[in-house]
């Protein structure tokens, strides 16, 4: 764990304490940055287009990362959360509000809606907490698909124009490719921020030792509520984002399914972890798209097969996968990824 | 609103919580043995429905004897479940339990395609479709025979785990795992038996169910009505569970039914109505209404 | 009868709790085991009974035997089958479950009459018949001891594994629960392996004990010899007058000048 | 010995505390006052009491009935999280680390009372958090340095050693700057050297930091030792209370320890080590 | 050991995400117009928004002095046709017949020279009834400009519709809600919008209520209609403002709507509400198990004989009438094309023989099969009506596009379906009033024309 480079010295708290720790980490990070945002020059729509869907995934399981990984509690909402996000986008962008203003707005207005939702929590522990999220999976879809259909659209959703600045208009997958991966540079690095500061510590110690944090000074309440309004304000922003990525919203793409891969991807990923949300959101999304792709390739080299059969497909690749990760490897890819890495360094000396 | 059909929507809820409330001693069973909660269940179900229809249709046996067999087979899927998905993950945190339930929602999902097809079936009925009169309420009769159907499942059950030695066991085993390895039982061994219990309960959800309204993927939806249900009567409790689910099909059948206002009626509040009722209740009985409150010592 | 030799306890892989505890139970015996808490007298039972497994423990060292045969690879319900019973640390009890039913519970794990063993557990806690309905978690601290001893005999075990039957309990009760475990040796010829905190009244009753310290076994003998010792007076009195024995008082300027050093 | 205890107001007064769970009573009336500066020894048998006692203490049990007053402040029915920010810190018998985090962010999260960063702060980090995380990190290495943990700053406590997961524990405490520091049971499952270390650690933080200190121990040899004054509870009642050397002659303290089988040899008992 | 065993799948995975992300072995050959195509290009684009898309400048043959069009496909050149399937999504028992459907069409079509002799090659895509696989799996295909495509659920259909006008690729849609429709863009649906079909109910019902109101039925002098309906974009669309109006003006009461989740166990609720609410007539607007599940909670509650049950195009299906068993009988519905019954038409005689040449399972004789295998021979037309006006080269999705626009009838399949798209015009407006009659679909009318109620 706290292995690092040879010749890699503290001479400060502040150095001991930085993410980035020498010159040579700055530079490939700065390359890594480079590579990132010039990649839609180079690489084809469709790459784009799932690097997209990964780049928004990747905020809301940040979010439910925060949530489920840093402070311990099971979210079945984070998909209604999302849609709270994606409304607001789409209701504000309607009224003439422009979307890079909408997408702030956005987050916070999913973060208070899940503040409301986290209130529980003052009451109710564990399990049944998780299911107070799973109603407000229920109440928040049931109320943009029923309440003020005048302002939220009823089933058929909402349309929402895509966002402007000058003359660029951010309506083809490169396009969008910017504010998404901007977005989630932003958001990896405030998560990073949270988690190993005050109240990221406040955060785990709840996780840890609920009593024996409450007993030490920590609230647990205002700080479960706090890790509910984060966690939500990434959904809203990633909610935000899928607006602007789908521009055709409705109550039906924020089902109780989709929650349930994101707290897949979480698993996947690495729970408490903050490389975790990233390798989960990318790996289970490449795995969808995998199967997706796979489905007709394998029509066409045995057509005799029933096309129900392939169909089965990606749930069984999602629910097997999500079943070999918790058997075998229970800490997620980051877990593998750290040992890896150590493995790596420690070579050839193994042992 | 229309109070004159309380008495009939009453009725109504009552029956479809019947049917709920099976649903719920499901994932009862696996939680109190097990501390899982099942977000399967309705998978189960599902798979139940289709195994009965697979044997009825497919191979054309009568359908009271695919039933039966059915949930022979459901008592294996659900003791082959525990074995390959829960076995292992004994000991670990409950969100990696309830992961595993949810991934095992996918693969069923997923295994039923494979094995049924992905279309809608009709079983043969099981019961006749007629109607029940009781003075100004009007009843299916194969709705309230299901309901009736379960109340017997539930009285069974209840016999099984007062007066018998599997059911003691089981419910030594549901307060306290060390302790009951400590005399000797082994717990591996009761945490299968709930799951093919579960699994067997789900299987007679699930047909009954399917002789009302089909046999299709969706059913496992049904589920989510069951969820509220048992947070209600709180997890642990199978007496909960009845009244829960019972307290959900009436809540959802006056709730969608009582309002006359048109524009009340297409808020369509039935479906949402129990969450917040369960919402309401676990606020003031943060472990629903016959779970178990606990001491917390450090 | 049972032989611990030299057994080593890992917890999570990495925690070692007991570093090679060597004990012998013989047939028909009371054996007491003492310690402080936290010595790794209970993680030594619970090896024994197979329940580490349960808490990710393992025997990683030595070897167990009962009645000639390894025990130190079976499984909590395998090791009942053998006839040994562990009684838990702190009277735990199915405590939903009415007392007849907790009784019941502990004969489950074998077939036989259950009317007869009832009425045996009846005779040395005739109490118990008067509560047999009463949901067992609604008892006095000393009539639930009375149904964990009674329910781990309904097992009729070769061995019993009693963790601190005195735990929090007013010393008329102690004196009497001790009696019965006195009782129940002689009459079932159970052989009981006793953890006990309160040195003078498990020696009491005695063959032979042991005292653990830090995981490790640090004095045995005969139960007699063993009261008379004054170093069990000592640790496990704390009455000694000061003086003899260095005060933690003056340790630390000891201790500092090792540190230095080091 | 401080000779300072007798005089001043108590820093904690504790006055008929009753503590029931369902049926059971676990205090019952119990009264006793710490006075600033002392080291009090709470002692008894197992289930006597002691750790509810410490759990009236710091909030996390209420008594049914009863008062506690700690430096002004009527605790009876201040919140639980508050009551750290009052001056009280405390250890756990079972140890109640935070087992996922570094021994480094354990003491760092005992902090939290005396940090003020808001949440926005800690997202963006440069400025303000930075500077804050940097100055209580100074703090804690003091801490970490006093304790001699320096080799284990970065290892997750979950897998350290029993006897310094019981260190970091302490650290933790500690690093709340409490006044009154209660520790329950920090000897428990400790060899003589490991505890020889720990009582040197407790007379330290009670010499140089000027901590009040209540211990509930099991070991005599410690408590007679360091304690200036003893309370004795058995079944939730006070039987004695007084110095180490009247609560050894106690015949009512000397009964509670050994139940019915009082052996006479006890009083001319004469070691021999 | 397991850490072996995880590696192993891991590798295993990784091989099949690049096998799976390689260029699919049989690229379509893109028409090598030298037409320059602003939207393209992946960089940030300065196009417009557009959501009703612009008359395109196709190339008319008169502006265009070419002497001689490419009529004829080279060897080996070949078409792609694109469609989403939902295969497991809630739409799945009705749409995986669709891609058995679409396949044994293409293939037959293939047998019978393709399109002009270029061979049809069918991709799909499993959208399970997501959008965001839905997007994933648009954004593959417009990499591979496709000239026309198949989808079948409202939500992608409505999702996407803007992208299509942008990328300029017709799409021919099953989901035909009036939003995903109109106004006007590039998707074409293939039956009556959902209000269309309940106007043309209306035209049919008023003038003929005393010959099909129920028995008994409550204040029977005229129609009062309940809309029992699933609680999803879908059935909501049959009661919109337009409808709504379209109806007082024929003096049709609406006295309510009742929703109902889909595969709900009991709606005797919605029933019991409608009959307090003063209905004799029940219409749906839901996938097969929607009227099975009201039509056997009526007959079980014994109402039946006091409405008048009838639904829109998609809930005919022979699954309902396997659901809804005995109770089916004397279900009305909206019927926009021809049926399996009707074994003497010639398009269903090769769509029959199809089937049991290809060993089709009885469960996908579905009207999912029937329909895709039709809107394969439709494709097939509007693309060599395409390729006679601008021969293989001029071939792109905006030349189809005009082609569809241009084509005032198109009767694919010899009539199995009928489109009559238009300038304006996204949906036909054929359609035939059908009951069910001893578990078979009987017209009771001849071919009507639907009012038009779509959205303002």
């Given at each position: 764990m706290a292995l690092r480079l040879a010749g890699d010295f503290d001479t400060s708290y502040a150095h001991d304490m930085?993410?980035?720790?020498?010159r040579g980490q700055w530079g490939m990070t700065i390359a890594f940055l480079i590579g990132l945002f010039a990649l839609p020059f180079f690489a084809d729509g469709h790459v784009i287009g799932t690097l997209n869907l990964i780049g928004i995934s990747i905020i809301a399981v940040i979010g439910l990362n925060i949530l489920l990984g840093y402070t311990g509690q099971i979210s079945l909402g984070q998909a209604a959360f999302m849609a709270v996000g994606a409304y607001s986008a789409a209701v504000l962008v309607k009224a003439g509000v422009s979307f890079w203003l909408a997408l702030p707005i956005s987050g916070l207005v999913a973060g208070l809606v899940g503040l409301l939702f986290g209130l529980p929590s003052l009451r109710i522990k564990g399990f049944y907490l998780a299911m107070a999220t799973l109603s407000a999976q229920m109440i928040i879809p049931w109320f943009f698909r029923n309440v003020r259909t005048d302002i939220f659209g009823g089933m058929p959703g909402l349309t929402m124009q895509p966002p402007r600045l000058g003359e660029i208009v951010f309506n083809s997958q490169a396009t969008m490719y910017f504010p998404i991966m901007l977005t989630v540079v932003v958001c990896v690095i405030a998560a990073k921020n949270i988690a190993r500061t005050r109240l990221g510590r406040a955060l785990i110690a709840i996780r840890d030792n609920d009593l024996a944090a409450e007993v030490l000074g920590i609230a647990q309440f205002s700080h479960k509520l706090r890790a509910f309004f984060l966690s939500a304000l990434y959904a809203g922003l990633a909610g935000a984002l899928w607006a602007m990525y789908a521009r055709t919203i409705n109550p039906d793409q924020f089902s109780l399914l989709n929650s349930v891969w994101y707290l897949g991807m979480v698993i996947v990923g690495g729970m408490g972890s903050a490389l975790g949300p990233i390798l989960g959101a990318a790996f289970v999304r490449v795995l969808e798209e995998v199967t997706v792709q796979l489905a007709p390739v394998l029509s066409k080299l045995f057509p005799q097969l029933e096309a129900g059969l392939l169909a089965a497909l990606g749930p069984i690749t999602f629910g097997i996968a999500l079943m070999l990760f918790l058997v075998f490897e229970p800490r997620g890819l980051a877990h593998r990824w750290e040992l890896i890495k150590a493995a790596w360094r420690l070579r050839p000396f193994a042992h | 609103m229309n109070w004159d059909l309380f008495p009939q929507f009453l009725a109504t809820g009552l029956l479809t919580g019947g049917i709920y409330s099976l649903i719920a001693l499901g994932l009862v069973l696996i939680y109190k043995s097990s501390r899982v909660f099942n977000f399967a269940q309705g998978h189960l179900l599902m798979v139940g429905a289709f195994t009965t229809w697979w044997f009825s249709?497919?191979?054309?046996?009568?359908v009271w004897l695919a039933f039966a067999v059915a949930i022979g087979v459901s008592a294996l899927i659900g003791l082959l479940v525990e074995r390959v998905a829960l076995r292992p993950l004994?000991?670990?945190?409950i969100l990696a339990t309830v992961m595993m339930t949810l991934a095992l929602a996918q693969t069923l999902q997923g295994a039923a395609i494979i094995v049924f097809g992905a279309y809608q079936r009709s079983l043969p009925a099981l019961f006749p479709i007629q109607p029940l009169v009781l003075g100004d309420v009007r009843l299916k009769l194969n709705l309230a025979l299901a309901f009736a159907l379960a109340m017997l499942g539930f009285v069974v059950f209840v016999f099984f785990f007062r007066f018998t030695r599997a059911g003691l066991a089981m419910r030594a085993a549901a307060e306290d795992h060390q302790l009951a390895q400590s005399v000797g039982l082994s717990v591996p061994r009761i945490f299968g038996m709930a799951w093919a219990i579960a699994s067997v309960v789900a299987t007679m959800c699930g047909v009954l169910l399917a002789n009302i309204s089909g046999v299709?993927?969706?059913?496992?939806?049904?589920a989510l009505k069951a969820f509220p249900a048992v947070l209600f009567g709180g997890l642990e409790s199978v007496p909960g569970a009845i009244v829960g689910g019972l307290t959900v099909g009436v809540i959802e059948s006056l709730v969608g039914g009582l309002p006359q206002d048109p524009a009340l009626r297409a808020l369509h509040l039935g479906d949402i109505a129990p969450y917040i009722f369960m919402l309401i209740v676990l606020w003031f009985r943060p472990d629903g209404l016959f779970g178990l409150k606990r001491i917390e010592r450090i | 009868m049972l032989k611990l030799n030299n057994i080593e306890v890992v917890y999570s892989d990495v925690i070692l709790v007991l570093r090679g505890v060597s004990l012998e139970v013989g047939d028909g015996q009371i054996v007491a085991l003492l310690g402080a808490n936290g010595a790794g007298k209970t993680t030594a039972l619970k090896a024994i009974s197979g329940l580490l497994r349960t808490e990710l423990g393992q025997v990683t060292r030595g070897s167990i035997e009962f009645d000639g045969a390894r025990l130190d690879r079976l499984g909590p319900e395998a090791v009942v089958r053998r006839g040994i019973v562990q009684v838990l640390?702190?009277?735990?009890?199915?405590?939903?479950?009415t007392v007849e039913e907790n009784l019941v519970v502990g004969a489950l794990a074998r077939n036989g009459n259950l009317r007869a063993d009832l009425d045996m557990v009846y005779q040395y806690f005739p109490r118990l018949r008067d509560l047999r309905g009463r949901v067992s978690g609604y008892l006095s601290g000393g009539e639930q001891q009375m149904v964990v001893i009674g329910r781990a005999l309904m097992a009729h075990p070769k061995l019993m594994l009693l963790d601190e039957p005195s735990l929090g309990l007013a010393p008329l009760l102690v004196a009497e629960i001790f009696h019965v475990i006195r009782q129940i040796n002689q009459r079932e010829k159970t052989a009981i392996l006793l953890v006990e905190q309160i040195a003078q009244a498990a020696l009491a009753i005695a063959d032979h004990g042991y005292v653990m310290e830090t995981g490790r076994i640090v004095l045995e003998g005969p139960a007699q010899k063993l009261r008379d010792n004054e170093d069990i007076k000592e640790f496990y009195l704390g009455l000694t007058q000061l003086g003899e024995r260095k005060s933690y008082r003056e340790v630390k300027h000891y201790k500092r000048r090792k540190r230095w050093l080091g | 010995m401080p000779s300072s205890t007798s005089t001043h107001a108590p820093l904690l007064q504790a006055i008929d505390l009753h503590l029931f769970f369902g049926g059971l009573s676990a205090l019952v009336s119990v009264s006793f006052d710490i006075r600033p500066g002392e080291i009090l020894a709470l002692i008894g048998p197992n289930g006597a009491g002691k750790t509810s006692a410490l759990n009236c203490l710091n909030g996390f049990y209420r008594p049914q009935r009863g008062k506690i007053l700690f430096d002004g402040h009527d605790l009876t029915h201040t919140p639980t999280h508050v009551i750290p920010r009052l001056g009280i810190a405390r250890t756990f018998q079972n140890i109640a680390l935070y087992t996922g985090m570094t021994a480094l962010d354990n003491l760092m999260a005992a902090r939290h009372i005396h940090m003020r960063q808001s949440m926005w702060a800690s997202a963006l980090y440069f400025g303000p958090a930075h500077r804050e995380e940097i100055a209580h990190r100074r703090v804690i290495e003091e801490i970490i340095d006093f304790l001699e943990m320096e080799h284990i700053r970065k290892a997750i406590v979950g897998a350290l050693p029993y006897g310094l997961r019981k260190r970091v524990e302490l650290g933790r405490a500690l690093a709340l700057e409490p006044k009154l520091l209660l520790l329950d049971e920090p000897m428990a499952g400790m060899n003589v050297e490991e505890k020889e270390d720990m009582a040197r650690f407790i007379l330290d933080i009670h010499e140089r930091r000027g901590m009040t200190i209540l211990l509930v121990e099991h070991d005599m040899g410690l408590v007679m030792d360091i304690a200036h004054r003893v309370v004795v509870l058995d079944f939730g009642v006070k039987i004695a209370e007084g110095t180490p050397d009247e609560i050894k002659s106690n015949p009512a303290v000397i009964k509670a320890y050994l139940g019915e089988t009082v052996n006479s040899e006890q009083s001319t008992v004469n070691s021999q080590q | 050991m397991k850490k072996i065993v995880v590696l192993i799948v891991l590798v295993m995975m990784a091989i099949i995400a690049l096998t799976a992300c390689a260029p699919a072995p049989t690229p379509t050959p893109v028409p090598p117009t030298p037409a320059p195509k602003p939207t393209d290009a992946p960089k940030p684009t300065t196009a417009p928004a557009t959501t009703a898309p612009q008359p395109t400048a196709a190339p008319k043959p008169t502006d265009?002095?070419?002497?001689?069009?490419?009529t004829k496909a080279n060897p080996g050149e070949k078409i792609t046709l694109y469609h989403f399937g939902d295969v497991t999504g809630p739409l799945a028992a009705i749409t995986t017949p669709l891609v058995s459907g679409f396949n044994d069409g293409a293939k037959y079509w293939n047998g019978k020279g393709g399109i002009r002799g270029a061979e049809i090659v069918v991709e799909w895509a499993d959208t399970a009834s997501k959008v965001e696989l839905a997007i994933a799996a648009y954004n593959r295909f417009r990499e591979k400009k496709p000239l026309i495509m198949q989808m079948y659920g409202s939500g992608e259909t409505e999702a996407l519709k803007d992208r299509l006008a942008e990328d300029k690729i017709p799409v021919l849609t099953a989901g035909v809600s009036s939003k995903g429709s109109y106004p006007p863009g590039y998707v074409f649906a293939v039956v009556p919008i959902y209000t269309d079909q309940f106007g043309l109910f209306l035209d049919w019902l008023v003038p003929n209520w005393d010959k099909v109101k129920p028995a008994k039925g409550q204040a029977l002098d005229s129609p009062k209609i309940a809309v029992v309906t699933w609680d999803s974009a879908y059935g909501r669309d049959a009661l919109t403002a337009e409808t709504r109006a379209y109806a007082e003006k024929k003096g049709v009461k609406i006295v309510g709507q009742e929703l109902f989740t889909p595969g709900a166990p009991d709606v005797t609720t919605q029933i019991l509400a409608a009959k307090k609410a003063g209905a004799n007539v029940i219409y749906t607007n839901s996938l097969a198990h929607g009227p099975a599940q009201i039509l056997k909670d009526a007959v079980s509650l014994g109402v039946r004989d006091e409405f008048m049950i009838a639904g829109s195009n998609w809930s005919l299906d022979l699954s309902m009438l396997a659901l809804a068993g005995a109770a089916s009988e004397g279900y009305y519905g909206v019927f926009p094309n021809l049926w399996w019954d009707d074994t003497t038409h010639p398009g269903v005689k090769i769509i029959q023989g199809e089937f049991t040449t290809n060993q089709r399972k009885p469960a996908e004789r579905s009207v999912g099969y029937l329909l895709s295998f039709t809107f394969v021979d439709a494709m097939k037309q509007y693309i060599e009506k395409t390729i006679d006006r601008v021969g293989f080269e001029g071939l792109t999705g905006a030349a189809v596009y005009e082609t569809i626009q241009a084509t005032p009838e198109l009767k694919p399949m010899e009539g199995i379906q009928s489109f009559d798209f238009g300038k304006d015009k996204r949906a036909p407006s054929k359609a035939r009033i059908v009951q069910v009659q001893k578990g078979k679909f009987i017209y009771l009318t001849d071919w009507m024309t639907a009012p038009d109620l779509k959205p303002k």
């Open positions: 930085a993410i980035i720790r020498n | 249709e497919n191979l054309g046996w009568n004994i000991g670990q945190p299709e993927l969706n059913l496992s939806i049904i | 640390e702190g009277r735990r009890l199915f405590a939903h479950l | - | 265009v002095p070419k002497p001689a069009l490419r």
